[in-house]
């Protein structure tokens, strides 16, 4: 009898008699029925977790051993302009301008701050699909993830353009007289 529901696609066993057999038969099916709500549970867990990581306002993107992004979020995909059949697969440093920090990979080729919190950090270049070249600041999660053999790691890119333009307007403030724009002393 198939009462699983679709949820964990295990099956239940019929058998009327209550002889030993029977009570088998019976201890079966209590197991097949707590797997398949064990298997619902984490059906709704992956399901919560990928909403979570698609609606995060962030640029969220895992990398494989070799540097390839092997995963980038909805919200990535909507900032940068590249689908995610265009990202899979490549390099991190295809994406990246040549006077742009170096791409990310597990030989931390990039400069970052190992003691900030579990995470190392730094700046980039990222460009987008129209040519537009963004400033971020990337996090990766120092705590790398193992799916079968090989290790992935998470890294949060978000886009800083529009604060380093007013870090280097009020620099210039800071440096020139308002009224003459000459340079102050």
Not at 24 to 45: G, I, P, T
Not at 122 to 129: T, V
Request: glycine content about 10%.
């Amino acid at each position: 009898i198939d009462r699983s529901g679709g949820a964990g696609g295990g099956v239940l066993a019929e058998w009327r008699s209550r002889d030993e057999m029977g009570r088998l038969v019976n201890h079966f099916n209590a197991m097949q029925m707590r797997l398949n709500e064990d298997a619902a549970k984490l059906k709704s867990a992956v399901a919560n977790l990928s909403t979570l990581y698609n609606q995060t306002p962030a640029m969220l993107f895992s990398l494989d051993e070799d540097g390839h992004i092997v995963d980038v979020s909805d919200y990535w995909v909507n900032e940068t302009g590249y689908s995610r059949e265009e990202a899979l697969g490549r390099a991190c440093s295809e994406f990246l301008t040549e006077d742009g920090c170096a791409a990310p990979t597990f030989d931390d080729q990039c400069e970052k701050d190992a003691t900030a919190g579990g995470f190392g950090r730094w700046n980039c270049k990222f460009q987008k699909k129209n040519g537009a070249v963004i400033d971020g600041y990337v996090a990766e999660a120092h705590a790398r993830l193992r799916v079968g053999e090989r290790q992935r790691a998470l890294l949060v890119m978000v886009d800083i353009s529009e604060l380093k333009r007013a870090e280097a307007q009020l620099l210039s403030q800071a440096r020139t007289d308002s009224l003459t724009g000459l340079p102050n002393r």
